[in-house]
């Protein structure tokens, strides 16, 4: 046996005690456990693989062993007759990365609209105002008078102004703001490339819109049986409403993005949903397993762990984020949000992570005054154990849910234990 | 032209070896780099034989698909793009040429006459009008920059000839920029050879960044470095170093640990690089925190070169190559192959910026900046690309600003000459050419010279060959090599 070496696709992320193997050209992760890690290690330090496995017990051998043939089955890695350098790929720098993310402006703008909506989600954060019981009244938070028009017209400008290329139209239920298109269209003719618009499903959609490339309708889903996903709505023919907007989506050419939310009364049968969504768009479906705990707070489902491991569906491997989630947050660099009473806000659900007014003021002005940094530089790599575990650079982290809307640095929602390489036993409830 | 319309003549991978003696075929397509093993190992023997398209897919098929779903189309430049890119360019910086006179006739100025569309020595000042409508637009640039890229300082520079021949221009320059209330940092290029202490106390305490030419020590610097009539200037630069040193200590400006000072040194073909190592090597307290920023002078379309011995015209590369191999084995064996030593510098930036371009994208404009994110202002108020470049090509002025037509006009010429000419190169991913090298006569005329693409290649295969070199004895290299530049705009964006 000669020396190991990786193929060009795999990036290797070392944990405090595991490796995590990143496959960035098929998006997938191998986790590497202590026995293999130690190994992969010192082979990669061009060690004769060998002599490595002569200082092994019989048992570690055949573990190694085994995760030698994985590695070649996977085509990740290799043998070879001589320590080469193997350069991994990197998307780091150049005229197309630069585009794509810079420190100092926007990435994408997200902008609330209304917070009417037909639909009593279990978990939303509709507030309680409306008369509507909902599980997360911390999020409601109507606040003042709504953004006026002309000074919603200069902000979209301002966000084109600093590179945002994406819109997010968001509620409540989006279509239920009067002047929704309005702004729709207002975005399109200042040549933003993408408007995401997020709507319950129940309302119906304008066919004017179905089709047209621009713009993209975002939907959460529960369940694939009707009974469940009405229950997770709290609406009765909620899921029938969905289903009429879907298939309008797919006979027009539309592409939705479909965010299949598991919570405990999913958790059974969350794969099958998946597979019934998977038709009705050409975009991955997210994923995100969600139910509340007997204290109310949130927290993923038991199921998280397994599926971290077996299916890492709740991360992501995308070589072009490889470089940025080094160093900054993954869902907070980049955006910024607008409340609709004008208050600027880090992430639309964080209402206590304002950043300015921007009744008063412009957003370049929020930038240059840096308040934007801490929650942009709020990388994984900067959450307690996270900075020490070899999943940190795929895990998608949302603090919204993870830091209950409250926490930047809150890591408790994970059971896995980076110094140990070992998951501890979940709480489970809701 | 979009990416459906790009060339169907690819280029092909070529291999390098590395002082171990292994072999590895580089991909430009894709930007990968794999061992010369199995099936690849037959590609590098046979890169060109009838095999060959079958054995590059089956290497590096799956690798060029994946970059080629990443590269954007290649688009027709429009004078609304050239604004955008122009407005979100990271950095904003204007240099004002104050002056072309020069207390010095350096025997590989690219003003001697000697280099083809270039200028003479000349007489030309720059106004206090002129300057001040410069700081003008610069301030207004600055302050619609600021919509589009918040939080960046933008920088004025001071050139010439020998900028500082023009203190009085410079000094009402900068009480004009505090009056109107423009934050920007201020940077001069100096012979060294008009510093009295006046001139000194005014830098520092202005904090200005001084990049200083020094070519080595007296028998280098003064072989070209020379007064009109013949005399050598050292003295002059290497006495100016210590002196901004102390008044740096007294005003306490500038980071701390950092020298106030920048060593430009130019190199030609008769250039001892031993001699320059164990000068600037010999002297820590003067250039450890420094380092000696080492460039050859602009060897085409000259006839500087005419008539040398064959003596002369090896020595630099003749004195390079030797060190070379003592450079890799220190490189490979610590954490800084690039650290502020001279060979650290001279060799070591090179691989940096190798290493930069393995990491990005192919660009259709190469290594050209789009003209307008940085600006040269000339004495008559005409807007250039930079101070590089010929001036024949005005893209403005500092009354009407920036030419977009004319910038959508050179941007396109470029484009469509890369396009046509570069189709087949195995190296547009690791070449930096640009308006530097393409611009020639007017009218609008984009040649990139031929022997600079001839030595490119020939270059990327050496540098390749010693990266790799370094890497296979030291992977953790690779992390000082993209380190540091990213630790400063980290510290600049989060802490600054």
């Keep these: 046996m000669g020396f190991l070496r990786l193929h060009p696709e795999c990036r290797l992320v070392e944990g405090a005690r595991n490796i995590c193997l990143y496959d960035c050209l098929g998006g997938s992760l191998a986790s590497l456990h202590r026995v293999e890690s130690d190994f992969v290690r010192e082979a990669l330090g061009s060690k004769p693989m060998e002599e490595l496995l002569q200082a092994r017990t019989p048992d570690e051998r055949q573990k190694i062993e085994d995760c030698l043939a994985k590695l070649k089955e996977r085509d990740l890695g290799g043998e070879y007759d001589r320590p080469y350098y193997i350069k991994t790929i990197e998307r780091g720098s150049g005229p197309g990365f630069i585009s794509f993310f810079e420190p100092t402006r926007v990435r994408a703008l997200f902008l609330e609209l209304t917070q009417e909506c037909p639909l009593d989600c279990l978990y939303c954060h509709v507030p309680d105002v409306f008369g509507r019981g909902t599980g997360c009244g911390r999020y409601g938070d109507l606040g003042g008078p709504p953004l006026a028009p002309e000074r919603r017209r200069a902000i979209l400008r301002q966000a084109v102004d600093l590179g945002a290329g994406e819109l997010h139209l968001m509620g409540g239920d989006v279509l239920l703001s009067p002047n929704w298109e309005e702004v729709l269209e207002e975005a399109l003719a200042l040549g933003i490339a993408l408007v995401t618009v997020w709507t319950s499903g129940f309302t119906p959609l304008p066919d004017r819109w179905a089709g047209d490339p621009r713009v993209r309708f975002a939907f959460s889903v529960y369940s694939h049986h009707p009974e469940v996903h009405d229950e997770v709505a709290g609406r009765p023919g909620a899921h029938a409403a969905l289903m009429t907007n879907l298939e309008l989506l797919k006979a027009a050419g539309g592409s939705p993005f479909i965010s299949l939310v598991v919570t405990s009364r999913a958790e059974d049968h969350w794969s099958e949903a998946e597979t019934f969504y998977k038709p009705y768009t050409r975009l991955p479906l997210r994923v995100i397993p969600l139910f509340p705990t007997g204290d109310g707070a949130l927290t993923p489902t038991g199921a998280g762990r397994t599926l971290l491991s077996a299916r890492r569906w709740f991360m992501r491997v995308d070589p072009r984020l490889l470089s940025i989630t080094q160093d900054y947050h993954t869902c907070f660099a980049g955006k910024l949000a607008i409340a609709a009473d004008g208050r600027v806000l880090a992430c639309p659900g964080g209402r206590k992570w304002v950043l300015g007014d921007a009744k008063t003021e412009d957003l370049w002005a929020i930038l240059s005054a840096g308040r934007h940094k801490p929650y942009w530089a709020r990388a994984k790599t900067r959450l307690d154990k996270c900075g020490r575990c070899e999943f940190r650079l795929a895990c998608f982290d949302c603090r919204l849910i993870h830091g209950r809307g409250e926490s930047l640095t809150s890591v408790d929602f994970c059971d896995y234990d980076p110094d140990r390489g070992e998951w501890r036993s979940t709480v489970a409830g809701g | ?496």
């Design chain 2, 1 to 496: 032209m979009n990416r459906d319309q790009e060339s169907d003549r690819k280029p092909l991978p070529f291999s390098f070896s590395t002082l171990s003696g292994a072999t590895y075929v580089y991909d430009d397509l894709s930007g990968v780099i794999l061992p010369a093993v199995g099936p690849v190992a037959r590609l590098a023997e046979n890169a060109d034989g009838p095999e060959a398209d079958s054995l590059i897919q089956g290497a590096f098929g799956r690798y060029r698909e994946a970059a080629a779903r990443n590269r954007p189309p290649v688009r027709p430049w429009t004078p609304e793009r050239v604004k955008q890119d122009t407005l979100l360019a990271p950095s904003l910086q204007v240099t004002l040429i104050v002056t072309e006179r020069c207390t010095l006739r350096c025997r590989y100025c690219v003003y001697t006459g000697t280099y083809d569309y270039s200028r003479s020595h000349s007489g030309a000042d720059m106004s206090l009008e002129t300057a001040i409508r410069a700081v003008d637009y610069l301030a207004a640039r600055y302050k619609e920059r600021e919509r589009h890229n918040p939080g960046r300082t933008p920088a004025l520079g001071f050139y010439g000839g020998e900028p500082l021949l023009r203190l009085d221009l410079i000094r009402k320059v900068v009480e004009h920029v505090s009056r109107i209330g423009l934050k920007c940092s201020f940077n001069v290029t100096t012979n060294g050879t008009v510093c009295d202490d006046e001139t000194i106390e005014f830098l520092a305490k202005n904090d200005f960044n001084v990049a200083v030419s020094l070519d080595g020590p007296p028998g280098e610097h003064d072989r070209n470095r020379i007064f009109p009539d013949g005399r050598g200037s050292f003295s002059y630069a290497y006495g100016l170093l210590a002196k901004l040193r102390s008044a740096r200590e007294r005003y306490g400006a500038g980071q701390p640990g950092q020298t106030p000072y920048v060593i430009l040194s130019c190199a030609d073909r008769a250039t001892d690089f031993q001699v320059l190592r164990e000068f600037f090597d010999s002297d820590p307290g003067t250039f450890a925190k420094s380092g000696a920023r080492v460039s050859m002078i602009y060897p085409y379309r000259t006839s500087y070169y005419d008539g040398w011995s064959e003596e002369n015209l090896r020595r630099a590369e003749r004195t390079a190559s030797a060190m070379w191999p003592e450079y890799l084995e220190a490189a490979a064996a610590q954490d800084r192959p690039d650290a502020m030593s001279f060979t650290g510098t001279m060799f070591g930036l090179p691989l940096r910026g190798l290493l930069s371009s393995l990491c990005s994208d192919i660009s259709p404009m190469r290594g050209a900046c789009v003209p307008g994110s940085r600006l040269a202002v000339d004495p008559a108020g005409r807007l250039h690309i930079c101070e590089r470049v010929n001036n024949n090509y005005a893209i403005g002025d500092v009354e009407r600003g920036l030419d977009l037509e004319v910038v959508v006009e050179m941007q396109n010429a470029l484009q469509s000459y890369i396009q046509d000419h570069c189709a087949d190169c195995g190296v547009k991913r690791l070449c930096g050419a640009c308006f530097s090298h393409a611009l020639v006569d007017k009218p609008m005329n984009v040649e990139i010279p031929a022997d600079f693409c001839r030595q490119t290649p020939k270059g990327c295969r050496n540098n390749l060959g010693s990266l790799f070199t370094i890497l296979e004895r030291n992977p953790a290299s690779l992390a000082s090599f993209q380190s540091s530049v990213d630790e400063i705009e980290q510290d600049r964006i989060f802490n600054g």
